[in-house]
Nanobody, 124 residues
Framework: QVQLVESGGGLVQAGGSLRLSCAAS??????YGWFRQAPGKEREFVAA???????????DYADSVKGRFTTSRDNAKNTVYLQMNSLKPEDTAVYYC????????????????WGHGTQVTVSS
């Protein structure tokens, strides 16, 4: 049974940092994505990390977070991370981790498994 469990969300002041974790159980996946959904808005792509082989990984980012967010993975722990720096109030949202077998996918439909989300709130 596949499970994705996010953690690390919370309240932070603008300019601060948070690191989200996504622990996967049940199997490993080629690609992990991060998405977010703010109140009244659609879920949007944030970042993704995809493997082309056992040693090579590719990362992709939304323009709105490029240069501020970094995603990484620890295969030994089957955990994916999203390091978020220089946070802005517009980053406030529920952040979701997703897993799938695609490669460098930025659409939610490309991912088969989802976590329940973790709230990130950035105060001004």
């Amino acid at each position: 049974q596949v499970q994705l469990v996010e953690s690390g969300g919370g309240l932070v002041q603008a300019g601060g940092s948070l690191r989200l974790s996504c622990a996967a159980s049940g199997r490993t996946f080629r690609a992990y994505g991060w998405f977010r959904q703010a109140p009244g808005k659609e879920r949007e792509f944030v970042a993704a990390i995809s493997s082309s082989n056992a040693w090579t990984y590719y990362t992709d980012y939304a323009d709105s977070v490029k240069g501020r967010f970094t995603t990484s993975r620890d295969n030994a722990k089957n955990t994916v991370y999203l390091q978020m720096n220089s946070l802005k109030p517009e980053d406030t949202a529920v952040y979701y981790c997703a897993a799938g077998l695609g490669f460098r996918q930025k659409t939610a439909a490309a991912y088969d498994y989802w976590g329940h989300g973790t709230q990130v709130t950035v105060s001004s």
